[in-house]
């Protein structure tokens, strides 16, 4: 076939496709007015995974698993905004890695509220001045942000979702020259994550923490001679020149964000479960919390420990794991962990991302 026929062939595949997504709208709109009767939240996280993970089981075509994970994701989006504007409260300022976790999951059609702490973006949600709220919670390099699990110990709020978000870090600047800097901003994390980077290429150069990167790059937009370790996004954001991208010491490098309203996920059977609690005070208690796990065959991803804030060395402790809150073998782990417990709280049951 020449092109001009497959071509045509091509246009008229497109023009079904729009037939099919306008009517794929028309449905959308008839569940947002039932949603809308019912008080229920628009964007229901475990409703959009079935749907990507039943296709993907269904594909027998030429489209890999992560093409159609793109093309549904970014359709989804796109209804998900269309009849009601979701807001969406993330630690900022606008260009953060948080910014960018926040646009991949809720899209450019959503409304963003920057705020400058995470106990705001708890306080935007609660306050319903946002639907929902991103914060970071552990990179695979730094580990846990301390600060979001002790938020959780005083906010009702539950988690709905999770982000995970593969952290490249660029070198931005005004100068178009690399040789030109003499001072090189950004928040700790990213300067840890590019120490050795900068060692080898700077190695003169003063370099100074900011509380964001976003932070450092709106620095560095008032100062001569001067770059900050940021996003792509914020060089687009701020038109600030690359000097070097993917400066990071080490490639496998993820942070993970949680998106945090005021409703639990239904189940999808790819869930993951975080709860927190704090344990009597005797000897073995650790281990008795951890027993009903094993016994159930649930698989523990993560346990950090934090200072209660409420009693000299007293600790209350934070645990994710694989499985949802209405898994029968779950119900029956979290009932047995109760009794050795001084109080247990789910935090959230939601969709686990690949």
Known sequence: ????????????????????????????????????????????????????????????????????????????????????????????????????????????????????????????????????????????????????????????????????????????????HIRKIKKIYSHPQAIAQCRNWISENLPEVEVCETESTAGAVKKIIKEKNSAAIGSEIAASIYNLNILAEKIEDFRENFTRFLVIGKNFSEKTGNDKTSILFSIKDKVGALHDILVPFKKENINLTRIESRPSKKKAWEYVFFVDFIGHKDDVNVKRALKEVEKSTVFLKVLGSYPKER
């Not at 008839?30 to 939240?41: A, D, G, S, T, V």
Request: proline residues 3%; aromatic residues 8%; hydrophobic residues 40%.
């Open 1 to 176: 076939m020449e092109i001009e026929e497959i071509r045509k062939k091509i246009d008229e595949i497109d023009e079904k496709l729009l037939e099919l997504l306008n009517l794929r709208g028309e449905l959308v709109k008839k569940i947002f007015e039932i949603k809308q009767q019912k008080n229920r939240p628009f964007f229901d996280p475990s409703r959009e995974k079935k749907i990507v993970e039943r296709l993907i089981k269904k594909n027998k075509g030429i489209l890999k698993p992560e093409d159609l994970e793109v093309i549904m994701e970014t359709i989804l989006k796109v209804y998900r905004n269309m009849f009601k504007e979701i807001s969406v409260s993330y630690l900022g300022p606008e260009g953060t890695f948080t910014h960018q976790a926040a646009l991949s999951k809720f899209g450019e059609k959503a409304k963003y509220i920057p705020v400058k702490t995470i106990d705001e973006v708890f306080k935007e949600v609660e306050k319903d001045r946002a639907d929902y709220g991103v914060v970071p919670i552990e990179n695979s390099i730094e580990g846990v942000v301390t600060h979001t699990l002790d938020v959780f110990l005083e906010s009702d709020l539950k988690i709905s979702a999770e982000i995970l978000l593969e952290i490249h870090h660029y070198l931005l600047s005004k100068e178009k």
